[in-house]
């Protein structure tokens, strides 16, 4: 048989090659013969990951990380009908059946079915139902024929940079720009210049945005969203996230706004260095105008052992709702539905009406550079990392 690799965490701050099982079409101990094996084109790291990996959630040792994959079917259970050996597919980081309530109505990141816990399962996740993650060589993915896009093979590796953001960073990033309601002409905030935040700045620009805004405190992070036509404000200044975007287009509000940073947020100005839960939400709500939507795909979580407070702990934040209220904000939270965006992302990939690797500077590393890879994302470098664990990836 086989061996494989994987990328597991250990504690907060370390993580490590280890060896894993081979993956098998099983589900516990039954058949899983819905399923398919896959050898990994690429994975990537995401900022999700990065949470676990700092001790922020309740991630057990020895989790195999990973939720965003693209790979090459090497084997199909029996009841898989339309997805064949040697295609080249991507996979949702959403785990869904394709057969409950929620999965027939395209919410996919809150299935019924694959997470005994709560609605919503993903690939070497905390609590999300246990599944074995995909950086690594080799991954199952269940319900084939429903989960998983196949990719053209003919352009499949000349755009595989590309594409592999198809897993979770495009989509998310273009759910949390589509939520916000942007379209032609809009005037957008995008909280976060880290991959996911670029993404969704990118996603704007192709939804039309007239203008698209990224706040940061990181420099490079500022630095790459410039390179593709955004405006930037740096939330180390003492001037209000207000009055830097009045600076930029003559008022201190947008239309509407996106949290691309979540839950590890830190306070503005003075407050720079300090962690400061609400602070992002609590923002955009004061930049948005009356009657805006905000999009938040940036990660709350239900436990942070990190938290500053007790509230923290548990996910309860000093959120101003009454300042929401008031200004008839909508607020669209929670996992994306990744198949729901995919394949017209894809298509925009294809023909080219999108540089999304460029966007958020993809830059492909080995799987065993991925302890290095974590290190330098976690120092906020402006890099989306992209793993290649059999080295197919064109250079």
């Known amino acids: 048989m086989s061996g494989n690799r994987g990328v597991a965490y250990i504690k907060p701050g370390v993580v490590e090659i280890q060896s894993i099982d081979y993956p098998k079409l099983v589900l516990g101990n039954r058949s899983c013969q819905h399923g398919v094996i896959l050898k990994i084109i690429s994975t990537n790291i995401c900022g999700s990951d990065q949470h676990m990996v700092r001790g922020r959630t309740t991630a057990p040792e020895g989790l195999v990380l990973g ?3 693209t790979g090459e079917v090497i084997e199909a259970g029996r009841d898989v009908e339309f997805i064949k050996v040697g ?28 997470n005994p816990a709560r609605p919503g399962a993903a690939y070497g996740y905390v609590d999300m139902g246990g599944w074995v993650g ?8 269940p319900y084939a024929d429903f989960n998983l896009l196949r990719l053209p093979k003919d352009r499949a590796m000349e755009k595989i940079k590309d594409l592999t ?15 916000a309601g942007v379209g032609p002409g809009s005037i957008v905030y995008v909280a976060g210049a880290g991959p996911v935040g670029l993404a969704a700045a990118a996603s704007c620009h192709l939804l039309g945005a007239a203008v698209v805004i990224v706040g940061d405190m990181i420099p ?3 630095a790459q969203a410039r390179s593709f036509g955004c405006e930037v404000v740096d939330l180390r200044k003492d001037a209000t996230l207000a009055q830097q975007i009045e600076q930029l287009i003559g008022v201190p509000e947008v239309d509407c706004a996106v949290d691309c940073v979540g839950f590890e947020a830190k306070g503005h100005g003075h407050d720079a260095v300090v962690e400061r839960p609400a602070t992002v939400l609590n923002s955009i709500m004061e930049i948005t105008r009356a009657g805006g939507s905000l999009g938040i795909p940036g990660l709350y979580v239900t436990g942070d052992p990190g938290g500053v407070d007790a509230n923290a702990k548990i996910g309860m934040l000093g959120i101003r709702i009454g300042l929401g209220w008031a200004k008839s904000h909508s607020f669209h939270t929670g996992q994306t539905p990744v198949m729901k965006y995919h394949r017209q992302l894809m298509n925009a990939i294809l023909f080219d009406k999108i540089q999304i690797a460029k966007a958020v500077n993809v830059t492909v590393i080995s799987l065993d550079e991925a302890p290095k890879g974590y290190q330098d994302f976690d120092k906020g470098a402006a890099r989306k990392f992209v793993l290649d664990p059999h080295a197919m990836i064109p250079a």
């Open 67 to 69: 939720h965003e994959i």
């Open 87 to 114: 295609d080249i597919v991507s996979v949702p980081f959403n785990i869904a059946c394709g057969r409950c309530r929620n999965c027939k109505e395209g919410r996919t990141g809150i299935c019924l079915n694959v």
């Open 165 to 179: 953001l198809l897993s979770d960073i495009f989509p998310t990033g273009y759910h949390g720009a589509v939520s």
């Open 134 to 141: 995909g950086q690594a060589e080799y991954v199952m993915v």
């Open 220 to 222: 490079e992070r500022l």
